[in-house]
């Protein structure tokens, strides 16, 4: 499985972003999909999940109610509609994808890694 995450950028506090992960070479069955983060000097922080079989999301407690995991209807794209972003919420944003479905918070979880994409967010 390929993951190539791409729509970071730099953007003022309260604003929004769109990330995007789109995955290629899967193999039948379902997969659970994320996002991490990792800022500068800290550890890398679960920030939401997706459990294809069930449809269930789930989120990192520091973005429930900002932010929402989603996919396409091609089961391609993996998306993360991020709002109300704060400077805190700077880092490097990053899918991960996992064969079978379930709720999985710890990056160690994870097989399928993308090269990430950074995220901004000015005061």
């Known amino acids: 499985v390929q993951l190539q995450a791409s729509g970071g950028g730099l953007v003022q506090s309260g604003g929004c972003l769109r990330l995007?992960?789109?995955?290629?070479?899967?193999?039948?069955?379902?997969?659970?999909m994320a996002w991490f983060r990792q800022a500068p000097g800290k550890e890398r922080e679960f920030v939401a999940g997706l459990a294809e079989s069930e449809g269930n999301t789930y989120y990192g407690d520091s973005v429930k109610g900002r932010f929402t995991i989603s996919r396409d209807n091609t089961r391609n794209t993996i998306l993360l509609q991020m709002n109300r972003l704060k400077p805190g919420d700077t880092a490097v944003y990053y899918c991960?994808?996992?064969?079978?479905?379930?709720?999985?918070?710890?990056?160690?979880?994870?097989?399928?890694w993308g090269q990430g994409t950074l995220v901004t967010v000015s005061s």
């Open positions: 995007s992960c789109t995955t290629s070479a899967r193999t039948s069955g379902f997969y659970t």
């Open positions: 991960a994808s996992r064969q079978g479905s379930g709720t999985y918070v710890y990056a160690r979880s994870y097989t399928y």
